[in-house]
């Protein structure tokens, strides 16, 4: 069964810096792409960042570019996202998605974890 | 403002057939398959449809998806209660080199 569990939200203070893990099983982590989804209160979905099976592609959306950085540790089967210069806009409910294939570029996402709450105020 | 347009509700009796439409352009519907998702109120998102037509294992077969040039539809016949949800599209988007998302329609069964 896949799981994904995410990790590492909490209250930070605008300008600071918060960093998220995702911990993944129930298959080959090293083979597929990951993701991060996010969704503010009361709002819909918006594809934050994407990295393929080897690291050796990577994409952010143009909201976080610049102070988003997404990586992988495949021998951890484990997904972050570090943070930087927070805004009260990137507050959300931060989602761990697996691609379907090793590069996130098209295909979909198909296994989702249940989130973790970013909360960015002073 | 999302890049495809989803109406932001949509509703029918027990039994009904619905259709949620999605609009996009031809950076991302246009040249790209379509997904839909659904997410159940305080859960997290399941993906529903995948490339344009096709069911995951579990979705019932009153679900079904199409595309036609820039524009898609989920279409639930047979409507139940168990379908009231979120239901967002998404697809691949070349100009932006990312992901977008639309606003999702919030479906009552009434």
């Known amino acids: 069964e896949v799981q994904l569990v995410e990790s590492g939200g909490g209250l930070v203070q605008p300008g600071r810096s918060l960093r998220l893990s995702c911990a993944a099983s129930g298959f080959t982590f090293d083979e597929y792409a990951m993701h991060w989804v996010r969704q503010a209160p009361g709002k819909g979905l918006e594809w934050v960042s994407g990295?393929?099976?080897?690291?050796?592609?990577?994409g952010y959306a143009d909201s976080v570019k610049g102070r988003f950085t997404v990586s992988r540790d495949n021998a951890k089967n484990s997904l972050y996202l570090q943070m930087n210069s927070l805004r009260a806009e990137d507050t959300a409910l931060y989602f761990c998605?697996?691609?379907?294939?090793?590069?996130?570029?098209?295909?979909?996402?198909?296994?989702w974890g249940q989130g973790t709450l970013v909360t960015v105020s002073s | 403002q999302s890049v495809l347009t989803q109406p932001p509700s949509a509703s029918g009796t027990p039994g009904q057939r619905v259709t949620i439409s999605c609009s996009g352009s031809?950076?991302?519907?246009?040249?790209?398959?379509v997904n839909w998702y659904q997410q159940l109120p305080g859960t997290a998102p399941k993906l529903f449809i995948y490339?344009?037509?096709q069911r995951p294992s579990g979705v019932p077969d009153r679900f079904s998806g199409s595309k036609s040039g820039t524009s898609a539809s989920l279409a639930i016949s047979g409507l139940q209660s168990e379908d009231e949800a979120d239901y967002y599209c998404?697809?691949?988007?070349?100009?932006?080199?990312?992901?977008?998302f639309g606003g999702g329609t919030k479906l009552t069964v009434l």
């Open positions: 490339t344009n037509n």
């Open positions: 998404a697809a691949w988007d070349d100009s932006l080199n990312g992901w977008v």
């Open positions: 998605a697996k691609g379907s294939s090793g590069y996130f570029v098209m295909y979909y996402f198909d296994y």
């Open positions: 031809s950076s991302n519907i246009g040249s790209n398959t």
């Open positions: 990295i393929s099976w080897n690291s050796g592609s990577i």
